[in-house]
C-alpha cells in the first residue's frame, strides 16, 4: 500500500524553514544552500546545510550532509519513498548521490542554469544510465530561493570590489 506524500502546504513549510536555516548558513559566509530528507510520513530524518568553507571540505554539501543525518537515523543508506527538500536545484555531485541513495523525490526551490543536474544543465533522475528514477518537483518558493542566492552573491562581489 502507499504511503501518501508530504503536500504542497507542507513542502512550503518546510521550504520556508530551510530558507531561514539558509540565511543563517549565509551570514558565516558559506553559499545559503540547506536541505532536509523527510520520510515518508514527512518527518524530518535528516538536514543540512552548505559547508565547505566552515568545514574545509569538498564533499560539505547540504544535501550529503542530510543523507549522511538520515542514514544514520535508519541504520540504512536507501530512501526509497523519502524526500529530500533543498532550496538550490542539486549539483552533479548531489544528484548522483540523490540516485545512488535511491531517494524517492526531490524538491528543490531554484533552478541552478549554471550546474544544476536535475534538469537545468543534465537531468541525472532521468538520464538513461541511471538504476534509479527519482521525481523531482521545482519551484517550491522559487521567488524567494533565487532572490536569496542572487543577493548574496550581490553583497559577496561587492565586498570584494570594496577591498579589492
Not at 46 to 62: F, T
Not at 140 to 148: I, R
Request: hydrophobic share 40%.
Amino acid at each position: 500500500m502507499d504511503r501518501p506524500e508530504p503536500d504542497q502546504a507542507l513542502l512550503e513549510l518546510w521550504m520556508g524553514r530551510l530558507l531561514r536555516v539558509a540565511e543563517r548558513i549565509g551570514q558565516l559566509g558559506e553559499i545559503p544552500v540547506a536541505a532536509a530528507l523527510l520520510d515518508p510520513q514527512g518527518r524530518c530524518i535528516g538536514w543540512g546545510s552548505n559547508g565547505r568553507e566552515r568545514r574545509s571540505d569538498p564533499l560539505g554539501h547540504a544535501e550529503l550532509s542530510a543523507l549522511q543525518q538520515g542514514a544514520q537515523l535508519l541504520g540504512d543508506w536507501r530512501f526509497n519513498g523519502c524526500t529530500l527538500l533543498v532550496t538550490l536545484e542539486p549539483c552533479p555531485m548531489c544528484a548522483g548521490a540523490l540516485v545512488q541513495a535511491r531517494v524517492g523525490r526531490v524538491v528543490y526551490g531554484t533552478a541552478d542554469p549554471k550546474r544544476g543536474a536535475l534538469g537545468s544543465c543534465l537531468d541525472l533522475a532521468q538520464h538513461p544510465t541511471a538504476h534509479h528514477r527519482m521525481r523531482v518537483v521545482q519551484g517550491v518558493l522559487a521567488e524567494q530561493a533565487s532572490n536569496q542566492l542572487s543577493g548574496w552573491f550581490r553583497q559577496r562581489r561587492a565586498q570584494a570590489a570594496a577591498t579589492g
